[in-house]
């Protein structure tokens, strides 16, 4: 089955640029998502399809897909985009899964 | 808006079903798209169930597809999870989820129900 590796935390302080990663077999390949869930709260939908933003989203929220990584850049990082952060693909092999990452707990400094 | 609530037992015996209903309100199930459920143990991260589309074909993660089954009744505008055999690994927030629109397949979802907690338990 395919897996999807997420350092387990990142710190980063306010107003600077967080950067968490996805990794996976030639990953680059697929369509990657990204979801936020703070405490308490179901995931919510920051990045699809690599790299866009669903309606509601802050620009400041980006994301790249290439070769065994993909990436979700938060820029000008605020105290509120504390939470756990997931990257999930679409495994269409033979025994096809929606893969999760372990997940990403990002703090602000 | 779209949304969507789980409603089901809290607590299952060991070795029995659990089963969840997810009714969804704002959109018709029958018009399209997917409908998943998600699991996740308490401090543990996500974990996709299964996805099934409004015509009725399902995907099932491999882990669980011999005890799981999902089903949908567009009459009611609402899609089921069953799973069997439960044990306490099975204690989770079960989310219901609906997957986005001309999407090329089950995932990922943009709508989330508000989670609801199935503890197993004798």
């Known amino acids: 089955s395919y897996v999807l590796t997420q350092p387990p935390s990142v710190s980063v302080a306010p107003g600077k640029t967080a950067r968490i990663t996805c990794g996976g077999n030639n990953i680059g390949s697929k369509s990657v998502h990204w979801y936020q869930q703070k405490p308490g709260q179901a995931p919510v939908l920051v990045i699809y399809y690599d790299s866009d933003r669903p309606s509601g989203i802050p620009e400041r929220f980006s994301g790249s897909n290439s070769g065994n990584t993909a990436t979700l850049t938060i820029s000008r990082v605020e105290a509120g985009d504390e939470a756990d952060y997931y990257c999930?693909?679409?495994?269409?092999?033979?025994?096809?899964?929606?893969?999760f990452g372990g997940g990403t707990k990002l703090t602000v400094l | 808006q779209v949304q969507l609530q789980e409603s089901g037992p809290g607590l299952v015996k060991p070795s029995e079903t659990l089963s969840l209903t997810c009714a969804v309100s704002g959109y018709s199930i029958s018009s399209g798209y997917y409908w998943g459920w998600i699991r996740q143990p308490p401090g543990k991260g996500l974990e996709w169930i299964g996805s099934?589309?409004?015509?009725?074909?399902?995907y099932y993660n491999p882990s669980l597809k011999s005890r799981v089954t999902i089903s949908v009744d567009t009459s009611k505008n609402q899609f089921s999870l069953k799973l069997s055999s439960v044990t306490a690994a099975d204690t989770a927030v079960y989310y219901c989820?609906?997957?986005?629109?001309?999407?090329?397949?089950?995932?990922?979802?943009?709508?989330w129900g508000q989670g609801t907690l199935v503890t197993v338990s004798s």
């Open positions: 989820a609906r997957g986005v629109p001309d999407s090329s397949g089950p995932v990922p979802f943009d709508y």
């Open positions: 099934i589309y409004h015509s009725g074909s399902t």
């Open positions: 999930q693909v679409w495994d269409s092999s033979s025994d096809p899964s929606g893969v």
